[in-house]
């Protein structure tokens, strides 16, 4: 699976739109970005994932650059219960590939949103 | 509908014990990972079961075994305990759909201290 690099830690207002940053230069075509966060103590939860369109649930929205290279996740309206850790993970979707069954978690972006 | 669910929450072991932690997936998964996740750091993939099968295995010593029962439930054993095993205990469920893993969904984690 491809390698991302996330910025350690970010702020952001209340309120304000929280955008997280994650570059994935050695992506391949057939591997996804996934977003999934985890407040302290808790279980990861699944934010959003994208191929290379941008999606929006009702959660964030994903903007992935027209190369793959790099993604933006944004909180659009941050609430001090988003302040988490947020990892971006690229991998293949594909249970057939032997590296598609895990996900595999960097050090990802510790969101701190004041109020 | 029940997310993930995981039991216990929290356990103290000796050690050189051994210890069992048990993982309810999501109602309509099939398929189960468990992951270990050291103080600071982002989970760590130990392995994944679908169909009553080990399909994919971390780096983690064969200390670390695991099962799936017919009704996807899935346990984690770990022998001979060492102090660096305390950690936190994740599972994570998802679905085989044609030849793609769904997104995987967490439980709140195990947390097991070795003293």
């Known amino acids: 699976d491809a390698k991302t690099t996330q910025p350690p830690s970010m702020d952001c207002a209340e309120g304000r739109a929280a955008n997280l940053p994650c570059n994935h230069s050695?992506?391949?075509?057939?591997?996804?970005v996934y977003w999934y966060r985890q407040i302290h103590s808790q279980g990861p939860q699944y934010i959003i994932h994208?191929?290379?369109n941008n999606e929006t649930n009702e959660m964030a929205s994903l903007i992935i650059t027209e190369d793959r290279k790099s993604s933006t996740l944004i909180l659009p309206h941050a609430t001090l219960r988003d302040t988490a850790v947020y990892y971006c993970?690229?991998?293949?979707?594909?249970?057939?590939?032997?590296?598609?069954?895990?996900?595999?978690f960097g050090s990802g972006t510790q969101l701190t949103v004041l109020p | 509908d029940a997310g993930v669910t995981q039991s216990p929450t929290h356990l103290i072991k000796t050690r050189g014990q051994q210890v069992t932690l048990r993982c309810s997936p999501k109602?309509?998964?099939?398929?189960v990972s468990w992951y270990q996740q050291a103080l600071g750091q982002g989970p760590q993939f130990i392995f994944q079961?679908?169909?009553?099968?080990?399909?994919q295995r971390g780096n983690f010593p064969d200390r670390f075994s695991g099962h799936q029962f017919p009704n996807y439930s899935s346990e984690l054993n770990v022998n001979a305990l060492l102090l660096g095993d305390s950690a936190l205990y994740l599972c994570?469920?998802?679905?085989?759909?044609?030849?793609?893993?769904?997104?995987?969904?967490f439980g709140q984690g195990t947390r097991l201290t070795v003293v």
């Open positions: 994570a469920s998802s679905l085989v759909l044609g030849t793609a893993n769904t997104e995987a969904f």
């Open positions: 050695t992506i391949s075509g057939n591997e996804y």
């Open positions: 994208g191929l290379k």
């Open positions: 993970i690229v991998r293949f979707p594909s249970f057939s590939s032997g590296s598609a069954r895990q996900l595999t």
């Open positions: 109602s309509g998964h099939d398929t």
């Open positions: 079961y679908y169909e009553e099968e080990e399909r």
